[in-house]
């Protein structure tokens, strides 16, 4: 078995090996692979697509999902005592917390593969959806140039994760201030998306709206970048702020057709750490 905590926790190989069997359950293999298994879920209440497609990707696999909120990682109870009640009868955990730390220490005490459904600092299984998308209309998406539109937080430091691994060309467009470390940072969007193919986003705080005003992707913005360009903002995204609308109703924008990936790219996510 094998957890999936960080991107960084794997190499290229992995992840290709992931991208093979998506594929594989887009043709029908591993349906029953988790029939008489219990994934025991800890989301909370706000959590939309990736709860969505994680418990219909377990019934399709013939498992059961148990849903706890997240709050009930909190409690007082230590965490190698939960797991160690939870080794008796779970087969899988998949949790969303604030805290990569709580997941840690679950993976840890766990005899069974631990999933990250999003902390703080990253998001694995939404990158990782995101390349598989790009593997699928991009000749090789390792060689395309990146730029992401955010302040530092998860989405912008999953995709920081992905190039790390992927050896991606990755690059950041923020007011300064707000810059990754060990990532070329640029502060103007006109000058920033020059040159790249795949433009991603985050949403923004409301107190940092005005400050990212020079960072907005608008079509005009889209037009700059290199001919075959993609806009994929992280979902929620809202027009007006880190994206105009314009640019979301353009021939630019794939984010709807990428995330349709979410369920069989999870579900991939799934089988390699139980057969890994």
């Known amino acids: 078995m094998k957890h999936l905590i960080r991107l960084t926790d794997y190499t290229q190989n992995d992840i290709y090996d992931i991208f093979e069997i998506a594929d594989e359950i887009g043709q029908g293999r591993y349906h029953e692979i988790l029939k008489g298994k219990s994934v025991i879920l800890f989301f909370p209440n706000s959590s939309i697509r990736t709860r969505v497609t994680f418990e219909k990707g377990i019934f399709l696999l013939g498992g059961q999902s148990i849903l706890f909120p997240t709050e009930t990682l909190d409690k007082k109870e230590d965490l190698r005592d ?154 929620p995204f809202f027009r007006g702020e880190e994206v105009s609308g314009d640019a979301i109703e353009s021939e630019y924008f794939v984010g709807y057709e990428f995330k349709k990936y979410l369920l069989t790219v999870q579900q991939a996510i799934m089988v390699y750490c139980l057969t890994r």
């Open 82 to 235: 939960v797991c160690g009640y939870l080794n008796n009868w779970a087969d899988m955990i998949i949790a969303r917390h604030k805290d990569i730390g709580v997941l840690e220490r679950i993976a840890k005490y766990s005899n069974v593969p631990v999933i990250n459904a999003m902390t703080d600092i990253n998001h694995p299984c939404e990158i990782m959806t995101d390349m598989y998308a790009l593997s699928k209309i991009r000749q090789d998406f390792r060689k395309d140039k990146y730029l992401f539109c955010g302040q530092k937080g998860n989405i912008g430091l999953a995709w920081k994760e992905a190039a790390d691994v992927m050896g991606l060309d990755f690059a950041q467009c923020c007011p300064r201030g707000y810059e990754m470390e060990h990532v070329t940072a640029y502060h103007d969007i006109n000058e920033a998306v020059v040159g790249k193919d795949i433009i991603c986003t985050d949403s923004l705080p409301q107190d940092v709206l005005e400050d990212f005003r020079n960072c907005q992707v608008t079509k005009d913005v889209m037009k700059r970048a290199n001919q075959g360009a993609v806009l994929n903002p992280c979902p």
